[in-house]
C-alpha cells in the first residue's frame, strides 16, 4: 500500500468515524447520570433533515448546524420530561422518541429530496495541511472532525476532572444517596439528556451537511443505533468510545473499499458488516466482564423522590 | 406551583381503563396540530384517517387484514415485555419467518405435487415461525449466556435480517422467468393463505391472530407460566428466591415472541404479498411494539390496539393519496401515540398532586 492510499484510507475512517464518536459523547454523558436514552438513532435522523433543510432556506451552514442540534435538543427535551418527571420507562420512550424522530425527519426532508449543497469547508492551514501524512490526518478536516475530538477531551476533562462531573457520576451510581446529600439528581439529568441531544443532533448535522452531503430518507442508517452500542463498548469513558468509533469506522470504510475492489464478496455481507461487527464487539466485551459490570449503577432506573 | 407524583398503593381499574383513550385523544390532538402546521385541513385529515376506513367493506377488511400482523407480533411481544426483557428486532424474526416460510414456497413451485401438496402451506407455517424463533434465541443466548444487551443485539439482527432477504430475493430465489426484477415467482395457490370468503381481501392470518389473543390471554390468567413471566419482570429478587430459572424463562419469552412474529412473516408472504420481495414489511415488528404498550400489555388490549394502529396505517395511505400528506405522517403519529401512552401511564402508578407553596 503506498503512503497516499494509507493516507486516504486513514482519512476516510477518521471521517466516517465522526458521527459515530459525537453521538456516542453525548450518550455516554447522558448514561453516567444514569439515563438511558435509546432514541439516538431519532434524534440524529432529525438533527439531519432539519440541519439540510435549514442549510438550504437560509444558505448558511452555521444555522444549519444549530438547527441540526436544535432539533436533537428539542426531542430530548421531550423524553426528558417524560422519562425524569413523568418516571415513564426509559426503554420504551427511547423507542418512541426514535420512531417520532424517523417519521419528523421524514416529513422535513420531503421537499428537500435531491437537493444538493456543497460540503462544509475543509481546513487549510499552509504548510501544516501540506505536511505529509500529518498534515492530511491532522490539519484538513471540516470544523466537525475537530468538534468530535474536542467534545472527547471535553468530556474526558469533565467527568475525571472537574466537581460537576462527579456529581454527575454519583447521580448515575447512586441516585437515592446522590439525593440524601441533596445533589440535584433530577435537574442534572436534565441537562445530561439535553446535552445527548444536542450531540446526537450535530452528528446528524455532520452526515446532512458535510459526509454524504445531501438529504435521504433513513440515511443515519443505524448509526444511531451503533453509537449506543460504542458507549457500552468504551466502557463508558470517552478516550475509548473514539478508539471504538475508529474500529467501527474502519469497517464501514473497509466495506466501502471491499465493494470498488469488486472482490466477488456479496454487497450484502458487506453492508451488513458494521451491524455484525456490533454484535461481535458487545458479545467479546460482555464476555470479558462477566464477573463485574461497569456500567452506571443507576442506569435505566428511574428517580423519584419519596417524601 | 409545583407538581408531584404520589405513588398510587392500588391501582384503580377506571384510570386503567381510561389512560390509554386519554393516550389515543392526546395524540390525535397533537397530530392534528402538526398538521395544520404543515398547512393540511386537520378536519379533513380526521376524516380520511379514522373515519373513511369504516366508511365501506373493502377498508373494513384492509383494517382487519394490517391488524393481524400487529395483533399477533404483540401478542408475543407482550411476553418479553411483562418479563422486563426487551426484544425490539420483532422486525427482524418476522422477515426470517417469512423468507423461510416463502423459500419453502418457491422451491415447491412446479413441482410434482405428492398427497396433492396440501402439506405446503402447513410446512410453510411451521417453518415461518420455528425460524422466527429461533432468529430471537440469538439475543436471549447473548443476554444469558454472555450478558450482552437484548435490545441492541436483537436491534441490530433486524438490519442483518432485511440484508439476508434482499440478498436471497436478489440472488437464489428470484424468479428466472421475472425479466431481472428482485421477486421470486407467485406462490402457487396450494401455498396462499385460503381467503375467508370467496372473492374478498380477508385472509386466514386473522385466524392466528386472534388465536394467539386468546391463547396470550389464558396463559397470563391461568398458568403458573403467566404468572412467573409477570413475577420476573415485576420483582426479580422475589422470583430468584423463589427458585425461578430466569435462563429458561428468558429464553421462554424470546422463543414466543419469536415465533409469533415468524408466523405473522410468513402469514404475510402467503396471505397478503404472495411472493418474496426485498421488502416485506411497512414495519409491522416496530408498529407492534406501540401496539403492546397501547394495549397495556393484556392480549384484549393488544386485539383494540392492533385495530387502532391499522386505522393509522390505512389512514396514512388515505392521506397521501387524498391529500398528500407525506406518508411519514402516520410514523410521526405512532411515535407521537406510543409518547403519550406512556405519559399517562404515570397515572396508573401516581396520583398527581399539585402543590400551591413549595414545602420545607
Known sequence: ?307 | MRIELERRTAQSPVIEFLAPLLAIFAAVLIGGALLSAIGKSPQQAFLVYFVEPFSDAWSLQELAVKASPLILIASGLAFCYRANLWNIGAEGQFVIGGLVGGTIAVVTHGMDHALGGYWILPAMLIAGALAGMCYAMIPAFLRFKLGASEILTSLMLVYIAEITLDYFVRGRLRDPKGFNFPQSVPFEDIARLPFLAEGERLHAGILFALAAVFLASFVFRRTLFGFDVKLVGSAPKAARFAGFSEGRLTFAVFAISGAAAGLAGVCEVAGQIGQLQPVISPGYGFSAIIVAFLGRLQPWGILCAGLVLSLTIIGGENAQIAMKVPLDMSRVFQGTLLMCVLAMDVFTRYRLRLIWRRSA
Open chain 1, 1 to 307: 500500500m503506498t503512503l497516499t492510499m494509507f493516507e486516504l484510507v486513514a482519512f476516510t475512517i477518521l471521517t466516517a468515524a465522526t458521527p459515530l464518536v459525537i453521538a456516542a459523547i453525548g450518550e455516554l454523558v447522558t448514561e453516567r447520570s444514569g439515563v438511558l436514552n435509546l432514541g439516538v438513532e431519532g434524534m440524529m435522523i432529525a438533527g439531519a433533515a432539519c440541519a439540510f433543510a435549514i442549510a438550504i432556506v437560509t444558505g448558511s451552514t452555521a444555522l444549519g448546524i444549530l438547527a441540526g442540534i436544535g432539533a436533537g435538543m428539542l426531542l430530548s427535551f421531550i423524553f426528558a420530561v417524560l422519562v425524569i418527571f413523568l418516571a415513564a420507562n426509559q426503554v420504551a420512550t427511547g423507542l418512541a422518541l426514535t420512531i417520532l424522530g424517523t417519521g419528523l425527519a421524514g416529513l422535513i426532508g420531503s421537499g428537500f429530496i435531491g437537493l444538493k449543497r456543497d460540503a462544509t469547508v475543509h481546513l487549510y492551514i499552509p504548510l501544516l495541511s501540506d505536511l505529509p501524512l500529518i498534515g492530511k490526518l491532522l490539519f484538513s478536516h471540516d470544523l466537525f472532525v475537530y468538534l468530535g475530538w474536542a467534545l472527547v477531551a471535553g468530556a474526558a476533562w469533565f467527568l475525571n476532572r472537574t466537581r460537576s462531573g462527579l456529581v454527575l457520576r454519583a447521580i448515575g451510581e447512586n441516585h437515592q444517596s446522590a439525593h440524601a446529600l441533596g445533589l440535584p439528581v433530577r435537574r442534572v439529568r436534565f441537562l445530561a439528556v439535553l446535552f445527548g441531544g444536542a450531540c446526537a443532533g450535530l452528528a446528524g448535522a455532520y452526515l446532512s451537511l458535510s459526509y454524504t452531503p445531501f438529504w435521504a430518507p433513513g440515511m443515519t442508517a443505524g448509526r444511531g443505533w451503533i453509537s449506543l452500542a460504542l458507549v457500552v463498548f468504551a466502557s463508558w469513558r470517552p478516550v475509548y468510545a473514539f478508539a471504538g468509533a475508529l474500529l467501527f469506522g474502519g469497517a464501514t470504510v473497509l466495506q466501502l473499499h471491499a465493494q470498488a475492489a469488486a472482490l466477488g464478496i456479496p454487497g450484502q455481507l458487506l453492508t451488513a458488516m458494521p451491524y455484525l461487527a456490533t454484535i461481535i464487539a458487545l458479545v467479546l466485551l460482555s464476555m470479558r466482564r462477566r464477573r463485574g459490570s461497569v456500567a452506571p449503577a443507576s442506569l435505566g432506573s428511574t428517580f423519584m423522590p419519596e417524601r
